[in-house]
T-cell receptor
Framework: NAGVTQTPKFQVLKTGQSMTLQCAQD?????MSWYRQDPGMGLRLIHY???????DQGEVPNGYNVSRSTTEDFPLRLLSAAPSQTSVYFCASSYSSGGTISYNSPLHFGNGTRLTVT | EDKVVQSPLSLVVHEGDTVTLNCSYEVTNFRSLLWYKQEKKAPTFLFMLTSSGIEKKSGRLSSILDKKELFSILNITATQTGDSAVYLCAVENAGNNRKLIWGLGTSLAVNP
């Protein structure tokens, strides 16, 4: 009954370092997404995917890359971390089928990764 | 510009009180409105509302949507300390992706 699993829970990076935030789900959800949550800004969509091999940009994609090689995994890469990327990152998934989103299925969130960039 | 506004931003009540949280929205093409509860970690799903006037209920929590006046309320009756959390409202646009517009949340503290 794992649901959406994110690793690591906490990470501190120096400016310019790279890292990958991991997200895995075991619910066979084709739709997966990454959000960042900042005080006073609410949740903002970074990237999303409607199935393996398909990704697209959300509202704040700059500085982040994603790939989707399997249904289960959706890693988020920071190529060159900046202090502006200090945030809490959430991965979320929902049911979809054949690349068609099921809009009656709510998003299920992971527990988040708290990232600090110094 | 699409937006979701929640009020109040924060609220402190005593156990047993009833609270009403508000969510108003302006979106170009409405699909659904969702309520989530966020404690320390992941937002957890409460309700999805798509039709006006139909109350959704789960235990002491209930919610209703008014698509004419563009708002929703979340009611919590007989509050308990375990209800302390941030309650998030999001509205989904009827586009071809899952674009949700999120409010900033209402922080609820229930004191014993």
């Amino acid at each position: 009954n794992a649901g959406v699993t994110q690793t690591p829970k906490f990470q501190v990076l120096k400016t310019g370092q790279s890292m990958t935030l991991q997200c895995a789900q075991d619910m066979n959800h084709e739709y997966m997404s990454w959000y960042r949550q900042d005080p006073g800004m609410g949740l903002r969509l970074i990237h999303y995917s409607v199935g393996a091999g398909i990704t697209d940009q959300g509202e704040v994609p700059n500085g982040y890359n994603v790939s989707r090689s399997t249904t289960e995994d959706f890693p988020l890469r920071l190529l060159s971390a900046a202090p502006s990327q200090t945030s809490v990152y959430f991965c979320a998934s929902s049911y979809s089928s054949g690349g068609t989103i099921s809009y009656n299925s709510p998003l299920h969130f992971g527990n988040g990764t708290r990232l600090t960039v110094t | 510009e699409d937006k979701v506004v929640q009020s109040p931003l924060s609220l402190v009540v005593h156990e047993g009180d009833t609270v009403t949280l508000n969510c108003s929205y302006e979106v170009t093409n409405f699909r659904s409105l969702l309520w989530y509860k966020q404690e320390k970690k992941a937002p957890t799903f409460l309700f999805m509302l798509t039709s006006s006037g139909i109350e959704k209920k789960s235990g002491r929590l209930s919610s209703i949507l008014d698509k004419k006046e563009l708002f929703s309320i979340l009611n919590i009756t007989a509050t308990q300390t375990g209800d302390s959390a941030v309650y998030l409202c999001a509205v989904e646009n009827a586009g071809n992706n899952r674009k949700l517009i999120w409010g900033l949340g209402t922080s609820l503290a229930v004191n014993p």
